[in-house]
């Protein structure tokens, strides 16, 4: 790659236990911290396929993801045939603008309460968390959701060395970051896996990709109809 030019990509988490329907869902223990269906993980395969081919030869890569369950399952998907470890960041994670649990919902994560189980579904996947730039409060108004997103993710860009950095987050983080990076949020579409992408040289960016599917079949696209 270019000296001085990184690739900066976003990726979106795969089919959620919660979301799904009730044929397709999981039990889990953590009622705010829904994992992944068999969907998801196939999706989260898929995506990861297609995001190791954009990445340029020989580079270095970070690879940062939310601390909620199905993210960190989606990045497991590229943290193994990549060899690397996930990096936690809760700047990155879900914004939360209704206030479905009477907790904070980052206090009730399987990450913490439930550890043994994530390395079972991660397997030997290194986890280092962060010391986390911000915690998102619990609600987060739009406002709110936007000025956390837009702090972060400049300020971990800037923390980081390596010449590909991957972050794998949520619908509404991905969607700012996004349009931070240049894209065209009318474009931007409420699915699974989505991926944007964009190079960053001298603190301009050139984005490649914005909310693409092009990777799932149609059958694994919103409305899943399997």
Known sequence: MEEGKRLIILLRHGERADEAPVPRRVEFSCDSDAPLTRI?????????????KLIPENCSIHLVSSPLIRCLETASKLATPLSLPIYIEEGFGECYQIPYWNYNPFDNLHLKNDPEMIQEKLGHITLIENSHIIRPKYTETEEESEARIGSVFPQYLKSIT??????????????IMTRIMGGDVSNFHSNYTLISAAYLKDDEFAIIKEFDVSHLPKSLQKPICL
């Open 162 to 175: 390596e010449n590909v950095i991957i972050i794998v987050t949520h619908n509404l983080p991905l969607k």
């Open 40 to 52: 998801g993980l196939d999706q989260s395969e898929l995506a990861a396929e297609a995001i190791i």
